[in-house]
């Protein structure tokens, strides 16, 4: 099975996969590693490391993160060299109900990141009372 990462900035990552646990249950084979004010970031980039390696069991790691160019992203990419991930970013809770509802054995890394990926942009909206 696809494991799941979720890195951010603070406790945005925790507190995302606590949401979505209230809908979708408990995820399974799913981490969250948040950057701390004031953390080194290499230390933060050991801390993630090991997460991934964690949750790769064969099928690799599908890595949802906060935004494009911050400390996350930046470790994330650096570390995709190496490991075997693929990374979304502009996480929001739309994108991990997906993640929990869709994935199964047979669903492949890329297929769930584009199936994340679709979700995140379909909850997008700007609604106005006209």
Request: aromatic share 2%.
């Amino acid at each position: 099975m696809v494991g799941i990462a979720v890195i951010s900035h603070g406790s945005l990552c925790e507190g995302i996969l606590d949401s979505v646990s209230m809908v979708a249950g408990t995820m399974k084979q799913t981490e969250s590693i948040s950057l701390q004010p004031g953390e080194n970031p290499d230390s933060y980039q050991n801390r993630v490391k090991r997460a991934v390696e964690r949750l790769d069991t064969g099928d690799g790691v599908l890595v949802l993160v906060d935004l494009i160019g911050g400390t996350p992203f930046n470790t994330i990419c650096m570390l995709s060299q190496e490991l075997n991930i693929h990374i979304v970013t502009g996480m929001n809770l739309a994108m991990l109900i997906t993640a929990a509802l869709e994935r199964t054995e047979d669903i492949t890394m890329d297929m769930l990141a584009e199936k994340v990926e679709k979700a995140g942009a379909q909850g997008i909206r700007s609604l106005r009372r006209e």
